[in-house]
Nanobody, 114 residues
Framework: QVQLVESGGGLVQAGGSLRLSCAAS????????MGWYRQAPGKQRELVAT???????NYADTAKGRFTISRDNAKNTVYLQMNSLKPEDTAVYYC????????WGRGTQVTVSS
C-alpha cells in the first residue's frame, strides 16, 4: 500500500521560509516522478514542482526562483524548500508520486501571513 506523508507546514510571515517533506513508502521511490501540488480555498489544485528519477525538475511560474524541489532516494523522501513566501502561497500542499499510477498524500497546510 502506497503511503505519502507530508510534514513541515505551518504558519509563517511573508518573506519567511519553510521546508516541506514527503516520506514515501510502498513504492519504488527511486524511479518514481515526485511532485508537489497545492490547493488554495476555492481554487483548483495546481502544480508547484516536480522532480523525475533523473532529477530533472519542473516548476510552476509562481514557484520559479523561490522554491526548490529535491529528493533523497536513500530516505525515500522528497522536499520542497520554499523561500520568500507570499500570502498567495497559502494553501494545502500535497505530495504526489507517479509510476504508472498516481498517488497522493493527505496534505500539509501552509499559511503565510502578511
Amino acid at each position: 500500500q502506497v503511503q505519502l506523508v507530508e510534514s513541515g507546514g505551518g504558519l509563517v510571515q511573508a518573506g519567511g521560509s519553510l521546508r516541506l517533506s514527503c516520506a514515501a513508502s510502498g513504492i519504488i521511490f527511486s524511479i518514481s516522478t515526485m511532485g508537489w501540488y497545492r490547493q488554495a480555498p476555492g481554487k483548483q489544485r495546481e502544480l508547484v514542482a516536480t522532480i523525475t528519477r533523473g532529477v530533472g525538475t519542473n516548476y510552476a511560474d509562481t514557484a520559479k526562483g523561490r522554491f526548490t524541489i529535491s529528493r533523497d532516494n536513500a530516505k525515500n523522501t522528497v522536499y520542497l524548500q520554499m523561500n520568500s513566501l507570499k500570502p498567495e502561497d497559502t494553501a494545502v500542499y500535497y505530495c504526489n508520486a507517479r509510476l504508472g499510477g498516481e498517488n497522493w498524500g493527505r496534505g500539509t497546510q501552509v499559511t503565510v501571513s502578511s
